[in-house]
């Protein structure tokens, strides 16, 4: 099983990396904050599974770590919301819109919560809580993305999608020429 566990990590190391290069190469080339707002994800992403490696393959570290979690989990506060923030940057990118005020005080009581919850005793609720709260902010995300992508009209899809029959259409026009 530890095996599969390495496997796993290892994995999950190597797609993470090759999406946070391929989106710095891209944001070189083409200076879209866009490209280096999912590179930076990804970097998190795998600082956060380096994290859970660790724990899961080190027993000091994850005495020490779990102990640090307990009292001050800084490390996994920054981490989970960086992780929110630049969630709420790629959605609003991929809906071409500006962050709105209810997404500022979504990520602003993501972080009081997370700053907050230490405070409790220690137990099992501690721990789902603090985690629950990061759930909750990418099911509103995710629930709000998909709400403004259904409701898109059909104009506004056809001006900002290149549609696969033109492509077809034009290649019909460009082989009778040959």
Known sequence: MDILLIVYNVGLFILFSAVATLGMITYLRNRRAFFLTVALLFIFLIINNILIFLTEQIPWFSDRFDQIFMTTPLPKTILLVAH?????LILD??????????????????TLTLLFVPMLPNNAFKVWLFYFTSEIVRFVLAAYGLYVFKNIGQEEQGKNCFHIDIQISQLKGTSKNV
Do not use: E, P
């Open 84 to 88: 929110s923030i630049f969630l709420v």
């Open 93 to 110: 990118a991929a809906l071409q819109a500006k962050i709105q005020n209810w997404q500022y005080l979504l990520i602003i009581a993501q």
